[in-house]
């Protein structure tokens, strides 16, 4: 709805309406009083945009262990349980700590979440995945099929900064991935950083974007529209974050004034306070803040719209989800203000005013964009840091982008109909890489019948194309070096596409590209500039076949029991290692004394680009850390039989020397150990390799604690310090006792007999380390009593349990034993199974049952205040029937 009190002279009048509310109305006169159809009141909208930079191995598809996130595996997982899960099931408490609700916030904010982070949330956690794609769903039936969700330029590229082409791609990109997850087109985009300019604009109208949010910092001069009743109207200067964010307003791209797009400035001080001060540490300060803000002016509505990196709500601020879901669902309801979105609130109030904005402007920059092009003190953090690697670093990757794009275009005509079209289009391969999706992707756009060969060149055309554009993503410029991971990584996806260029077309792009890095000053001594820190942190992280087949042929040794298979045979079914799939076609793996030799060939194919290789490799392994292993192209039978002939005769022959000698000798070339696997696995190895040692040396704790276990006591006793060296034996040995129980459980949990006789022994372990004042730091055997208690209270709210009482004890015990253990469990995952259960499946039976099952719910009901969730109300309702 037009609010015409805007405009001097004029009432309201059913003119005013737009289209949709005259509908309404209508329909049902009453619906003038629907906040949620008619524009009336104050409306508030929370925007999270949720964005992490890429981090998978350009050659893997995947993320590797990042120490610095420890205890999780990586970035992405760590800020994944302290944000986007907890704001997934974000917990209203009472004041005893027990969850009296859970609030799934997406469902009530306005959020963008990047679509690389989008895929790695769907490989990871479906049930969060699925709960944000609900959240939208039930938004857009709240608010008139106007979903909270809004897209995103793909990989967060400054959009000023980017050619014509690559903006459109981005925007592309952006609108198919979300189309593909939400199942509808996007209103609005998230625009990286908040950078424009004014093309931006033209390309984001051009692809049906309806709106987007800015800072108010961003904005000019504004008036507002002209009218037939009012043809000029006075422009405001408002370029000191002076213009007024409680509407929207109409930005024209063109002088014809025919295309336009809607903009929305969020509240400016609140949004600062909400990621700089204590803001969002209590709901009703928060709501105390957004009623400040509120125009006293009698406007028949105003929108509130706030805007804040997402991880603001659980990672940076630690709780702060339990904040937001209080404001949605307690205090801004509590002010009679509606909750909506952009878009609802476009659709009811369309814009009044227009404005036109600064030229190129970003919300984390003071000098437009300068903050990813140059040294303009922005992200220095106040240290004596400089950012002169910028220009340099932007310079070189524009120089490889038009290098790139001369190899794109002279191979891709002689492929595809229309090779940008096919680039725009990819995003439906990348959101889908089965091959039947492939094919029909490439039939759609090849200019021939492409051969298997050409094929894989067209898939290498699109992934060089692919890691260009990635390579702008902007965190590579955000903070102060170079080289932090941010920076290499974008040099990685950099160094893909050279590899890809130079493989389709044989040109070597890559000196070049390092002689304009080494413009680019590092502010550490041992990188000194941008090509060592390509040479030695990017060319060392590069992986071709040959290390993925090392990989699996030193993996092998662990995974594999001592056997034979050959050619003839059926081959052991495709594995897959990372994003190639591995298909093991002959294997011969034999000990002599401490020595260990596998002889095999391999067919290994990118699910990625298709391209294929059959290898052959040796590996031996010496004992201990020390394994030799050669990768060699497999060229006949002939030759492979031979070769494996020749190593396990030198292998029986039990003289090392000799056999690496042999080895050296059958594969010229680079040879690969255990320091060349993946993390990951070489990680797993390691632990395995270590398990023997680590087991004796558990036996001689135990054996020492055991002996001393009186002499021990009698310092408790006496209250005297006990020796540091006896302390350290009793939880290593306590420890260990815990950890061979817990996996003993974790085998057979249906086993009653068993599972009684080993949560005795945890019990004794609990007093034993309660009294010898020991701390058990077992994270595993967290996990597995985690796993455990949920398994458990899956079987008994949704199974047929014919055993219920004793189901019952046991899981009650079992969350006995954890907190006697002082294990700091985590109970959320449980509660979450809990609440559900209580409010799907129990509540409704309440009426009509039995005295025997009442009995049951009740003490369902009761194990609802070990998982500290609030059933005082259900008690009460039980307690009546």
Known sequence: MISTSEIPGTSISILSLDEEAKDALENDPRDLHDPLKIAHGVYVTVHGHFYQPPRENPYLDAIERQPSAAPFHNW???????CYRPNAFARILNDRGQVLGIVNNYEYMSFNIGPTLMSWLERYDMEVYQRILDADAKSCERLNGHGNAIAQVYNHIIMPLANERDKYTQIRWGKEDF????????????????????????????ENIKFIILAPSQAQRCRIIPTEDLLNPQWHEVGGSQIDPTRPYRCYVDSSRNAYIDVFFYDGPISRDMGFSDVVYSSSHFAGRIGAAIRGDHR?????????????????????EKTLAYAFIGEFPRHNWTVT??????SIHPPVWEVELKPVTAWSCAHGVDRWQDDCGCGGEGGTWHQKWRKPLRNALNWLRDELIKVYEEYGNSLFNYPWQARDEYIQVMCDRSPVNVHRFLSRHQTHKLTAAEQVEALRLLEMQRHALLMFTSCGWFFEELSRPEGTQILRYAAR??????????VQLEKPFIKRLSLAPSNLEHFQNGSEVYRQLVITSQIGFKQVAAHYAITSLFNHQDHIITDQDDPISNKNVYCYTTKELDYKMQRIGTLKMAVGQLQLVSDITWENQHLLFAVLHLGGWDFHCCIQQFTSRRDYSIKKDQLFQALEQGSIAHVIL???ELFAGETFSLQ?????ERHRIMRLLSQETLTRLDQLYTQAYRDNYAVMMAFHRDELEVPQELQVAAEIALEYRCMTILKALEQDIA????????????????????HLRCRLNIPQGKQILEQLIIGLLCKLLYSTNNHFDTAMERLERLIDISNQLNLNLGLNRAQELYYSCLHNQILPKFNGLGHEELKQYLEILKLGEKLQVDVSIFMNIVNKL
């Open 662 to 664: 042999i080895m050296t």
């Open 76 to 82: 992405n997982e760590r800020i994944h349980w302290e």
């Open 676 to 680: 060349n696997l993946f993390t990951e």
């Open 300 to 320: 028949s509505s105003q929108l509130i719209s706030v805007a804040t990196d997402g991880e603001t709500f659980g990672h940076h601020k630690k709780g702060t």
């Open 751 to 770: 086993d009653t007999q068993l599972s009684n006789y080993d949560m005795l022994q945890l019990e004794a372990i609990a007093t034993e380390a309660k």
């Open 179 to 206: 189309r593909s997850r939400f199942g509808r087109d996007p209103e609005g985009m998230w625009l990286a950083e908040t950078a424009v300019d004014q093309a931006t604009l033209a390309a984001l109208v051009a």
């Open 497 to 506: 596409a050279l590899e890809l260029a130079g493989e389709i077309s044989g």
């Open 341 to 346: 979105n952009f878009a609802h609130y476009l």
